[in-house]
């Protein structure tokens, strides 16, 4: 197989798809590996390092005319969809479900290419690529909200000397993105205000990240989200807001909590209830989703006021420690990349996780919640492969 790692080229993406170590291996199996030119630079791998390791570095021309499977990190921009055909093989990110917008979803649909999205691949409950960059998320984003607050209101934050009183934040939701931010600010001896839905299980959700809750004794504060009595449970939060430095949302709306129930857990006018230059994040990339004021952003730096509030919502911010995020992503997706380079076909008759995760096939949408969720045509992706009868796995895996 020739396989292709082109540059990124969204707004401040700084990963790479592949690590050179990562292509020598792929070499002895009797691939060839094209990167393109200063792809890894930001990562810390030259194009040395590459050519070192066996792969040929050449220009992005040369890796769509040449390559099959194009591995990547981000969805391709709109100036990058003409590079693509049926003949591609593209395995990334997408995100089809979220910001981007549906004729923009159809005209890499309409290019015909098979296309695989890292956030859709399932083992299991787990989404093994999508929750590495979600924990790195969630600590990222709290290291640069204490930033921002160092920045903007001039407070240290953390408490480590007794003398000083450590800042307070709220971080709504504890997935992996929550549990990692929060794991941050406990390190930090901060305040914390932690909002969710299923207090029951916080404790053994936050013990895979913090060993010895104990560190957080007198400092963690639970308020339960209660979706039956929504405006109990925001009055709850606009009550707490005023003496909450740094607010980071890590929760996405669900279809139990439609917007007419609840049009927004924190509203811009809520925020007038936060002291001057404190902290609003929304690490979930999903624009005006549970905090009205919460746009999110390409830049790693950009940040914007509304009414006080310091907003930062970089919608890819693991790209702000490319080196720490390439080899933690690449380490996850590898498995995966070799499988693919033995053909497309046999790796989805390999694993229902790849087939579960293939987004469009030859000019059509194959992965029913997308589709449906952006109001697009849905067909099957085992009505897409040749000789289905010849993979069992793939019955149903469309639907994952």
Avoid at 49 to 76: E, F, M, N
Avoid at 146 to 157: D, F, I, S
Avoid at 161 to 190: L, Y
């Amino acid at each position: 197989m020739d396989i292709g790692v082109p540059r990124e080229r969204k707004t401040d993406e700084s990963r790479v798809a592949m690590c050179p170590d990562q292509a020598a291996i792929l070499k002895t199996k009797g691939h060839n590996v094209f990167v393109e030119t200063c792809a890894g630079v930001k990562s810390g791998f030259s194009d040395d390092h590459y050519s070192q390791a066996g792969a040929k570095v050449v220009s992005a021309s040369d890796i769509y005319s040449t390559c099959r499977l194009i591995v990547k990190v981000k969805c391709p921009l709109e100036s990058e969809y003409e590079f693509y055909s049926p003949e591609h093989v593209l395995f990334t990110y997408l995100h089809f479900d979220e910001n981007i917008k549906p004729a923009n979803i159809m005209r890499i649909v309409n290019r015909g290419l098979t296309a695989i999205a890292y956030e859709w691949v399932r083992e299991g409950t787990h989404l093994p690529l999508l929750e590495p960059m979600s924990e790195l998320t969630g600590a990222v984003f709290a290291r640069k909200a204490m930033a921002l607050l160092m920045e903007h209101k001039g407070h240290l934050g953390g408490s480590y000397i007794p003398a000083w009183q450590g800042a307070t934040a709220m971080v709504i939701g504890a997935g992996h993105i929550g549990a990692n931010a929060i794991n941050v600010f406990i390190q930090n001896k901060f305040k914390i205000i932690v909002v969710d839905k299923h207090p029951d299980t916080l404790a053994g959700r936050l013990s895979k990240y913090i060993p010895s809750m104990s560190i957080a004794a007198g400092n963690l504060e639970l308020i339960e989200f209660d979706e039956n009595d929504t405006a109990r449970s925001c009055g709850r939060i606009r009550e707490l807001l005023s003496k909450t430095d740094i607010v980071i949302c890590a929760a996405v709306r669900r279809q139990t909590l439609p917007k007419d129930v609840c049009p927004y857990i924190i509203t811009s006018d809520d925020l007038q209830l936060m002291s001057p230059n404190s902290v609003m994040c929304d690490a979930t990339a999903c624009d005006k989703d549970l905090i009205e004021s919460c746009v999110s952003s390409e830049s790693l730096t950009h940040t914007y006021v509304e009414n006080n509030v310091v907003h930062y919502n970089c919608d890819h911010i693991p790209a702000l420690v490319p080196h720490t995020s390439t080899r933690i992503l690449t380490s996850a997706t590898f498995p995966y990349v070799q499988m693919l380079a033995e053909g497309a076909e046999d790796a989805f008759a390999q694993s229902a996780s790849l087939a579960g995760a293939v987004m469009c096939r030859g000019g059509v949408v194959t992965h029913e919640y997308c589709a449906r969720k952006k109001g697009l045509d849905f067909t099957p992706l085992t009505s897409t492969v040749s000789s289905v009868g010849m993979y069992p796995q793939l019955q149903g895996a469309a639907h994952a």
